[in-house]
T-cell receptor, first 116, second 109 residues
Framework: GAVVSQHPSRVICKSGTSVKIECRSL??????MFWYRQFPKQSLMLMAT?????????EQGVEKDKFLINHASLTLSTLTVTSAHPEDSSFYIC????????????FGPGTRLTVT | LAKTTQPISMDSYEGQEVNITCSHN???????ITWYQQFPSQGPRFIIQ???TKVTNEVASLFIPADRKSSTLSLPRVSLSDTAVYYC??????????FGKGNQVVVIP
């Protein structure tokens, strides 16, 4: 149980285009999902908290107009990187918190984004 | 914003027990302590979670002293596949998790 999937697993896009990444909780409902970014040899950095049915909450320094988050259902959150640039190339990871087990958080496998 | 402190790295031989201690001096009364394992280019994997005393599952044990200002993850008889980064996490504000640098464990044959 407690599986979180991400799609795609890796994506290459051209500078200036937008990319959407999906995060799904497969066997539980998640009112809250989180989006992280991880650069090589570094730790995960929390970007934003995605709440089902409401606006996302962004961490300081994260541009909300560049990283659009939509949490339309209890099992799906999407992150859209708009007007991507090479410096947005990173490993994006989502996590989901079980709505009935609030202390447990499960992570997706990550999405490798490369902007050329 | 990481609320935890861990050693940066440690090496261990196959078959040995590995103990990783984490400091969380400002842990709140209701906070759980959670440990994750991460391999390169993968998302963190849940290992174990605890609130106090001792918790054991099929892969690890977690020891939490009475003051809860630290915790120790114990991996029994490690194998090469246990080489990974281990993170100790305590939530803050709406159960957000702030990852510190983690502990790179390298298992040597």
């Amino acid at each position: 149980g407690a599986v979180v999937s991400q799609h795609p697993s890796r994506v290459i896009c051209k500078s200036g285009t937008s990319v959407k990444i999906e995060c799904r909780s497969l066997d539980f409902q998640a009112t809250t999902m989180f989006w992280y970014r991880q650069f090589p040899k570094q730790s995960l950095m929390l970007m934003a908290t995605s709440n089902e049915g409401s606006k996302a909450t962004y961490e300081q320094g994260v541009e909300k107009d560049k990283f659009l988050i939509n949490h339309a259902s209890l099992t799906l959150s999407t992150l859209t990187v708009t007007s991507a640039h090479p410096e947005d190339s990173s490993f994006y990871i989502c996590s989901a918190r079980d709505r009935f087990r609030l202390y447990e958080q499960y992570f997706g496998p990550g999405t490798r984004l490369t902007v050329t | 914003l990481a609320k935890t402190t861990q050693p940066i790295s440690m090496d261990s031989y196959e078959g040995q027990e590995v103990n990783i201690t984490c400091s969380h001096n400002n842990i709140a009364t209701n906070d759980y302590i959670t440990w994750y394992q991460q391999f390169p280019s993968q998302g963190p994997r849940f290992i174990i979670q605890g609130y106090k005393t001792k918790v054991t599952n099929e892969v690890a044990s977690l020891f939490i002293p009475a003051d809860r200002k630290s915790s120790t993850l114990s991996l029994p008889r490690v194998s090469l596949s246990d080489t990974a980064v281990y993170y100790c996490l305590v939530p803050y504000g709406n159960n957000r998790l702030a990852f510190g640098k983690g502990n790179q464990v390298v298992v040597i044959p």
